[in-house]
Structure formats: structure tokens, C-alpha cells
């Protein structure tokens, strides 16, 4: 039997706010436990929670940049559960009137692309985090992340493979990266990811007993869990068996998921309006505000790089993977007006050693690399040359023509320093000579490539070859 | 009736009471003699009246994105029960 899988994603994005969602405590990664906490969100009786403007702002960047509808009025509910990471005994969220809804984003995979729905993304806490004992049964809690401002970002169960589910996990990611509203760090926690998965025969309209996964901390995790997951499933469902429904831990070390059973029981959450927080309402003045705010976004700017760069779609979409990148190749090519070579190097040289997200943090600034470009253009020095003096740039952040100039690497484009050379390998090389002048002409590579070799690859192989052409002629 | 024993004892649980069988005959005709009274608003015709979560008519209470200081570590955890070092300490849930 065939089976169809649909898949539906839960993504929590730590949005890039200075202080928490409703008080002034620090939202910095890796402070010392327990230091980034006060009376509001340690839960403390008769506090009140004020909301942090930067959030809604946030909210409706996101709502905007997907072509989601944005409720007018928000409000807050409390979300009642109990676990150690929560102090107050609940999780103040959205449950009604999230910030936005019935938006969409287009994913592509395999060249075709795909509209994928956003049901619903809302404004909530983080929780804090646990540390488990190795050997004692306690657990230590550090709340410093407690009150750290999330958005959810809810999908349809609209895809049907592990690499929809990544490539639209990647164009959200990418889209809260643009807005920059989030750092979307997945090693971090910032971009954190669960997954509904069910099987269902091809053709079927009803849904299959769904799974939830949930630890997968990479997008090639995510990948790795849902193929495996695909894969119990179905041999379970080929076995004539039916799936539990229930949460799932990915372990990426040995590589399947496992069951938390017993560890969860049914939710009951009763939520209910937070009487501490009032309604917040947005108007046309505020989202036109916004809107006119919005940077130019993933897809807009992959066409822009078709149309202008002309570009081929391919690099045109690595190229602007990341904004970051982006702007990187927008800044050499301001220097380098060659789009395509830029991109090919880009491509082969730097993605090398760096993400996309990590280019800023490359020691080759745009400026130096559009320079060392030109200078194979101008004949200064050789493409392969070029490699060793990127390879420099990689390792000091120099400049190019600092490295030229001090390993003596530039170009022999001296005819009379050349010529000297060329004779003493005619002269050497009697039985090539005699090929040659017999129309082997493949000879030539022979002779240029002695050359180099007596040149360290420096003499310009324009003028190498018409050298030789007009000794031997 | 307007709640049940097992209405009581599953709410009970979810806020984790621990109530013995009287405690929940006694609570469950507490709760009912409270419900009964509130369902007297029932009596009102409320259609095409939006539901009200706040008393007060305000939207929008917001403050700026800005640092403010937090709580010293130690007094942070000064009302814990149990703490160790930098952290508060609670009975492992995850086995």
C-alpha cells in the first residue's frame, strides 16, 4: 500500500527584544542562572504584567510578511498547566484573537513550487529551563529565559514530505531573519520546532493517527526525525497495527525517536483571559507604520536578483538565503560588476567555511573581494593564483594586494622577463618541438605548463601561449 | 445538579488537591450552592452583547523595550525550599 504523509509544524521564534515580554528583566543568552529574574516573572503574588510594545511590533511585522490577517483586538489568556519551568503555574499566551491568521508562504522543492497555510502565530512567554541531576532525583531550574517574549507559529497540515517540512521551516526562519525579529539560533533554543505527522493511504481524505515530535534542534534533524518517523509508521501501518497517538523525543545520537509515555496525561489547559493584561488594539495607522518599515523579503529579493543580476534562479536563491548574505554579495557586486562570477565564487570559495547566516563573521570583507576579483581581471594575477591569495584573506582578513605584493605573487606579464624563460624550454625539449612542428598542437599545454612550473603558476598564460607560438612558428 | 463529584475530583487533580470522599461531598455541594447562584445571570438576555473580560474600558498598556534592573540572585531564591548553588532545586519529574 502507498501512503500519503502530512506533516504540520509548531515553530516557537524567541523574538529579538532588549528586555522580557512583560517586564524589564534581560532576554541575553547565557547569563549566569537566576540573575535575569524579578518579581514578574518569578510569578511572585501581586505583581502585574505590562506588556512590551516591542512585541506586538514584532507580531505584526511577522503577520504582514505573510500575508496574514491581523486581528484587530488581541488579547491574552492564561494557559494553565504545571511544570517546573513555570513559575506562575501558567503560561500567559494567546488563545483567542492571536495576532495573526490565514497567512500563507511559498516553499519550492524539487523546482516546484508550493503554497503552504499559516494557521494562526501568537504572542507568548518562554518557559525557563531544567537541568536534571545525574545521579540525585531533582532537577535544577534556572528561569532566567521565563518571560522571554515567543512568537508560535502554527502551520496547516499542508505538507507532505520531510523536505517540504524543512523548506518551509527554512523560508520561516529565513523570513523572522529578514524582519529581524528573531536570531533564529536553533543550537540556542531561539528557533525551536515540534511536528505533527500522521500517514494516511493515498487517496484517503481522512487524517491518520498523528505522532508530535519533538527535540529536533537542526534543520537536518528535523529532517532526519521525520524520515525516520515516516518509516515506523509505516511499516507499523503495513503490519496492520495502528499508531499511538502520543509525544515523541527525537535522539539524535542514536538516531530514532522515542516515547515520553507516562510521562504526559491528556491536557486540560482552561484557558481563560488574563484579567492583569488588557486588550491591546491595532489600528490601520499602526500596521500602515509598520508595513512601510518592512525590509524587502526572501522571495521579493531572490526575483530582484533574477531580474537585475540576472542570475540563474539557483544562485539567485543560496544567494539570498540569508540577509546577511545578501547584502554581502550586493556589497561586492556594487565593486565587481561581474554577478555571476561573484556568485560562482561566493559559491565555491567562501560557502565553504561559511553559512550563509555566518558570513558577516567571514574576515574577507566585500570590499576585498571584489578586489581580488578585479584583479584577475585586470591581469594582476591568475584565477589560480586567486585561490592562494583567498586562502590568505580567509586565514588574516589581509588585503589582496597587501598578499600580492608581499609574496611576490603578481602576474609575469613581462614580455622580455618571459621570453628568456620560453627559450630555454624550446631549447630543452627538442622531441615536443619536433611534435609540435609536426601539428601537434596539443603540444602547447606541454610547454605553457613548464612554464608555470618554472614561474610557480605566475606567468600570465595569454601571453605564455603567444610566446611560444611565435618561437615556434 | 450544576457540577458532579467527578467534576470536583477531576478539577481537584488538575490543581493538585489531594481531597478524601468527604471532602468532596462537602466541596461538590459548596461548588453547586455557589454555581446555582451565579446561573441567576443566566436569567439575563445577553445576545448581542460582547463578552467582557475587563471591567474597565482601556486598550493598550505598553512599555517600552527597555532593561530594567532585575532581582539580586540571592534574593531571588530566597523563598525557595530547596535550592543549590545558582539554582532552584524541585523533585525530578523526567525519569
Given at each position: 500500500m502507498e501512503f500519503e504523509t502530512v506533516i504540520g509544524l509548531e515553530i516557537h521564534a524567541q523574538m529579538k527584544t532588549r528586555s522580557k515580554i512583560f517586564c524589564g528583566c534581560s532576554t541575553e543568552f547565557g547569563a549566569p542562572p537566576n540573575t535575569q529574574v524579578c518579581p514578574v516573572c518569578l510569578g511572585m503574588p501581586g505583581v502585574l504584567p505590562v506588556l512590551n510594545r516591542q512585541v506586538v511590533e514584532n507580531g505584526i511585522k511577522f503577520a504582514l510578511a505573510t500575508s496574514s490577517s491581523i486581528n484587530r483586538e488581541n488579547r491574552f489568556a492564561r494557559k494553565n498547566y504545571f511544570y517546573p519551568d513555570l513559575p506562575k503555574g501558567y503560561q500567559i499566551s494567546q488563545f483567542e484573537l492571536p495576532i495573526a491568521e490565514h497567512g500563507a508562504v511559498d516553499i519550492e522543492v524539487d523546482g516546484a513550487v508550493k503554497t503552504v497555510g499559516i494557521t494562526r502565530a501568537h504572542m507568548e512567554e518562554d518557559a525557563g529551563k531544567l537541568v536534571h541531576d545525574d545521579r540525585e532525583p531533582v532537577s535544577y531550574v534556572d528561569l532566567n529565559r521565563t518571560g522571554t517574549p515567543l512568537l508560535e507559529i502554527v502551520s496547516e497540515p499542508d505538507l507532505r514530505s520531510p523536505e517540504e517540512a524543512v523548506a518551509y521551516l527554512k523560508k520561516i526562519h529565513a523570513i523572522v531573519r529578514y524582519l529581524d525579529i528573531s536570531d533564529g539560533n536553533m543550537q540556542e533554543g531561539s528557533f525551536r520546532c515540534d511536528a505533527n505527522i500522521s500517514l494516511r493511504p493515498v487517496g484517503a481524505e481522512e487524517l491518520g493517527i498523528r505522532t508530535e515530535l519533538k527535540n529536533m534542534n537542526s534543520f537536518r534533524n528535523v529532517q532526519l526525525a521525520l524520515e525516520f518517523e515516516v518509516r515506523r509508521q509505516r511499516d507499523i501501518l503495513l503490519d496492520g497495527g495502528e499508531v499511538v497517538q502520543e509525544t515523541l523525543l527525537w535522539d539524535p545520537d542514536r538516531g530514532c525517536t522515542e516515547s515520553m509515555r507516562g510521562k504526559e496525561e491528556a491536557h486540560d489547559y482552561r484557558y481563560f483571559p488574563d484579567p492583569d493584561l488588557v486588550p491591546v488594539v491595532i489600528d490601520d495607522a499602526w500596521i500602515e507604520r509598520v508595513r512601510g518599515e518592512l525590509p524587502e523579503l526572501p522571495d521579493a529579493r531572490r526575483k530582484r536578483f533574477v531580474a537585475d543580476y540576472e542570475l540563474p534562479e539557483y544562485d539567485a536563491g543560496i544567494l539570498t538565503s540569508s540577509r546577511e548574505l545578501a547584502d554581502y554579495f550586493e556589497a561586492a557586486c556594487m565593486l565587481y560588476p561581474n554577478p555571476k562570477k561573484l556568485s560562482n565564487w561566493i559559491g565555491t570559495e567562501m560557502l565553504r567555511d561559511y553559512g550563509p547566516e555566518t558570513i558577516a563573521a567571514c574576515p574577507v570583507t566585500p570590499h576585498n573581494l571584489a578586489r581580488l576579483l578585479n584583479m584577475i581581471e585586470e591581469g594582476t594575477i591568475s584565477g589560480k593564483i586567486a585561490k592562494t591569495v583567498f586562502g590568505e584573506m580567509l586565514a588574516t582578513g589581509a588585503d589582496p594586494d597587501a598578499i600580492v605584493k608581499e609574496k611576490d605573487l603578481?602576474?609575469?606579464?613581462d614580455e622580455g622577463e618571459l621570453l628568456n624563460a620560453v627559450r630555454e624550454i624550446i631549447a630543452a625539449n627538442p622531441e615536443q618541438v619536433r611534435q609540435f612542428r609536426e601539428g601537434k598542437t596539443k603540444v602547447m599545454g606541454f610547454f605553457v605548463g613548464q612554464l608555470m612550473k618554472q614561474t610557480k603558476g605566475q606567468a600570465n598564460p595569454q601571453l605564455a601561449n603567444k610566446l611560444f607560438q611565435q618561437e615556434l612558428g | 445538579m450544576k457540577i458532579t463529584k467527578e467534576e470536583v475530583a477531576q478539577v481537584a487533580r488538575l490543581a493538585r488537591l489531594e481531597l478524601r470522599p468527604e471532602e468532596v461531598a462537602r466541596i461538590t455541594s459548596q461548588l453547586d450552592a455557589i454555581l446555582g447562584y451565579v446561573a441567576k445571570l443566566d436569567e439575563l438576555d445577553t445576545q448581542g452583547v460582547a463578552t467582557t473580560?475587563?471591567?474597565?474600558?482601556?486598550?493598550?498598556a505598553f512599555r517600552d523595550d527597555e532593561v530594567s534592573q532585575s532581582l539580586d540572585h540571592d534574593r531571588a531564591l530566597t523563598n525557595a525550599p530547596l535550592q543549590k548553588g545558582e539554582y532552584f532545586v524541585v523533585p525530578r519529574i523526567i525519569t
Open positions: 603578481a602576474q609575469v606579464s | 473580560t475587563h471591567s474597565r474600558d482601556i486598550a493598550n
